[in-house]
């Protein structure tokens, strides 16, 4: 099923020397049910609040998810529609329609895959540590900003979007807590926590929950007359609806409607690029497992070209359901069949009954999802660590929080590219070389012995040696060596030995250098140059603009070739 190890599923894996047991499809079921009965509601709230209908929500959830799960390249992920696409698809409906979406998405399901097929998910490996601590530690506290308004029973106050306004919100309207739904939510809440420290944790706590919550909320209602609020009270239009999944269908398309979607499409392909890797690599953290991640990028293609034929929205892979999915004991990718079937069955068959859970018993679960994710630990132990990663793991996180995670993301890996140049900068150096501090050799382990030869640098030549990359953060130190530059100066030799690698801005500020000395009537040499570097120098030309006589493997014949040349000219005045 591979394709040169670039699309390699995950679940084709299973069937492989009999890796899949009964133990295995037990846990991978019950995380199913429970992750479907989670993604339920958020995928209904997800729908609304883009501009669509909770049915598209629920389809995005049911055929992202199974495709996501079939043909993903983690064991874990859950995909669906998430918050961060809200903004993005309701300004593409306002300004295109919704057949102006379909066809984005679509757009943006091939670039994922062309992505995918080019193997830039290796990318997104490299993102650093703290930037992923502070997006997921933000995410948790998200989440858990925004189950209190149910959890509490705020249900006639309009909550705003936003952490810093909806706890503004929240303190405003203090007064109109229901007590009734937080004593429903707090029981709900304690006995997941109890059920999962000292009962049987093959059966989850939030299944116990919701049985719980659910039970509780309609005795009290028939016996005492206290309402609740459930499922069908916020979408009443879902109580009694008979559901159909609609025919495949496909808008008309046309060269300037596509030129026009090319922008919210791309933006679209990076943000699910960004969401999905970033939550599989957030997995891979929790459960020690290594994802795929062109194919993940491949899946999410399909995912994002089948899904509008069924009417759906853009979809990812979702964090939050994913860690409830590993929370609640998933073992593979079946789960995220399963977590996709119980959806379709509750779309068929199930609406009726589900309308009965109370927001309350969801929001007790989703807490702690927000506590299980947070990553709390982790976060206090990069307090510890060095500044730069603590002002990347706060602001990552402050960001995702308080704006917005996408903007989150894309500063935080902003600033980690920022000071993982610093850190080249330091440790990269250009240093003068005299005849009384360097060894006459190019083996570090025979240069700490005592019985080393001196270098012999006569006058008229300048010894220069770079330590470290060559690279665009380093290369205008070069202009350090003409302002240490002397008159007499004939020969300036610049010892590579230390060079791994030159880019680009490198060999354009090397090639300035010679052009200045040049300039000046001095002859730059260079020495100890390794093949890789020789290589690109090669490639611009400029081994041939210093001369292939001027470029030397060793010190010691560079610097022999230049005292001759010196003495030479010296002697002939």
């Known amino acids: 099923m591979a394709i040169n190890k670039t699309f390699d599923p995950k679940f084709f894996h299973l069937f492989r020397k009999g890796r899949y047991s009964k133990e295995s499809f037990v846990a991978d079921l019950i995380a199913g049910i429970v992750v479907g009965i989670i993604a339920l509601p958020l995928a209904i709230a997800f729908g609304i609040a883009s501009g669509v209908t909770p049915q598209q929500g629920l389809i995005t959830a049911i055929v992202a998810g199974l495709i996501i799960a079939l043909f993903g390249g983690s064991r874990f992920l859950i995909g669906g529609p998430t918050g961060a696409f809200i903004v993005i698809i309701a300004g593409i409906i306002a300004k295109y329609g919704i057949a102006g979406l379909t066809i984005a998405t679509i757009m943006a399901g091939v670039f994922l895959i062309i992505m995918g097929l080019f193997r830039m998910g290796a990318v997104f490996k490299f993102i650093p540590y703290p930037i992923?601590?502070?997006?997921?530690?933000?995410?948790?506290?998200?989440?858990?900003?925004?189950?209190?308004?149910?959890?509490?029973?705020?249900?006639?106050?309009?909550?705003?979007?936003?952490?810093?306004?909806?706890?503004?919100?929240?303190?405003?309207?203090?007064?109109?807590?229901?007590?009734?739904?937080?004593?429903?939510?707090?029981?709900?809440?304690?006995?997941?926590?109890?059920?999962?420290?000292?009962?049987?944790?093959?059966?989850?706590?939030?299944?116990?929950?919701?049985?719980?919550?659910?039970?509780?909320?309609?005795?009290?209602?028939?016996?005492?007359?206290?309402?609740?609020?459930?499922?069908?009270?916020?979408?009443?239009?879902?109580?009694?609806?008979?559901?159909?999944?609609?025919?495949?269908?496909?808008?008309?398309?046309?060269?300037?409607?596509?030129?026009?979607?090319?922008?919210?499409?791309?933006?679209?392909?990076?943000?699910?690029?960004?969401?999905?890797?970033?939550?599989?690599?957030?997995?891979?953290?929790?459960?020690?497992?290594?994802?795929?991640?062109?194919?993940?990028?491949?899946?999410?293609?399909?995912?994002?070209?089948?899904?509008?034929?069924?009417?759906?929205?853009?979809?990812?892979?979702?964090?939050?359901?994913?860690?409830?999915?590993?929370?609640?004991?998933?073992?593979?990718?079946?789960?995220?069949?399963?977590?996709?079937?119980?959806?379709?069955?509750?779309?068929?068959?199930?609406?009726?009954?589900?309308?009965?859970?109370?927001l309350g018993c969801l929001a007790a679960i989703l807490i702690v999802v927000a506590y299980n994710m947070s990553e709390w630990r982790s976060f206090k132990y990069l307090l510890k660590g060095e500044k730069a990663d603590v002002i990347v793991l706060i602001i990552t996180f402050l960001l995702t929080v308080i704006v917005d995670l996408t903007v989150a993301i894309e500063f935080g890996i902003l600033l980690a590219i920022v000071f993982f140049v610093r850190r080249t900068m330091q440790t990269s150096?250009?240093?003068?070389?005299?005849?009384?501090?360097?060894?006459?050799?190019?083996?570090?382990?025979?240069?700490?012995?005592?019985?080393?030869?001196?270098?012999?640098?006569?006058?008229?030549?300048?010894?220069?040696?770079?330590?470290?990359?060559?690279?665009?953060?380093?290369?205008?130190?070069?202009?350090?060596?003409?302002?240490?530059?002397?008159?007499?100066?004939?020969?300036?030799?610049?010892?590579?030995?230390?060079?791994?690698?030159?880019d680009s801005t490198g060999v354009r500020n090397l090639r300035n250098l010679c052009d200045m000395a040049r300039q000046r009537g001095v002859q730059v040499i260079l020495s100890g140059v390794r093949p890789e570097v020789m290589a690109t120098l090669e490639r611009?030309?400029?081994?041939?603009?210093?001369?292939?006589?001027?470029?030397?493997?060793?010190?010691?014949?560079?610097l022999t070739y230049a005292n001759k040349m010196v003495d030479s000219i010296e002697a002939s005045k």
């Open 132 to 358: 992923i601590v502070g997006f997921t530690s933000g995410i948790a506290l998200t989440i858990f900003s925004t189950q209190m308004k149910d959890f509490f029973g705020l249900t006639n106050v309009d909550v705003p979007a936003g952490f810093i306004p909806q706890w503004g919100c929240y303190f405003a309207n203090i007064g109109q807590i229901n007590w009734l739904e937080a004593g429903l939510g707090t029981i709900c809440l304690l006995s997941i926590i109890v059920w999962n420290r000292y009962m049987n944790k093959k059966i989850p706590g939030a299944v116990i929950a919701i049985i719980l919550g659910t039970a509780l909320s309609l005795i009290l209602n028939y016996t005492m007359g206290w309402e609740f609020a459930t499922i069908g009270s916020k979408f009443p239009e879902l109580a009694g609806s008979s559901m159909a999944l609609p025919e495949i269908s496909l808008p008309s398309v046309n060269y300037d409607t596509l030129r026009e979607l090319v922008s919210p499409a791309f933006t679209i392909a990076m943000l699910c690029a960004i969401e999905s890797l970033l939550a599989a690599m957030v997995a891979d953290g929790v459960t020690g497992k290594q994802h795929h991640s062109n194919t993940e990028l491949i899946a999410q293609g399909i995912a994002n070209i089948v899904t509008p034929l069924f009417g759906g929205i853009p979809s990812t892979g979702a964090l939050a359901r994913t860690m409830a999915n590993i929370n609640n004991g998933a073992k593979s990718s079946v789960a995220g069949l399963v977590h996709s079937v119980v959806l379709l069955l509750i779309f068929f068959f199930l609406m009726p009954y589900v309308v009965y859970v109370p």
């Open 429 to 502: 150096s250009i240093k003068v070389i005299d005849a009384d501090s360097v060894a006459a050799t190019e083996d570090d382990d025979i240069a700490q012995k005592d019985d080393i030869e001196r270098l012999d640098i006569h006058k008229g030549i300048e010894v220069y040696e770079i330590n470290g990359p060559y690279f665009f953060g380093l290369a205008s130190r070069g202009e350090e060596m003409e302002a240490r530059h002397k008159g007499d100066t004939r020969y300036r030799i610049i010892r590579m030995r230390k060079v791994p690698f030159i």
């Open 540 to 558: 611009f030309g400029l081994d041939k603009e210093i001369g292939r006589e001027n470029i030397f493997d060793n010190i010691i014949p560079a």
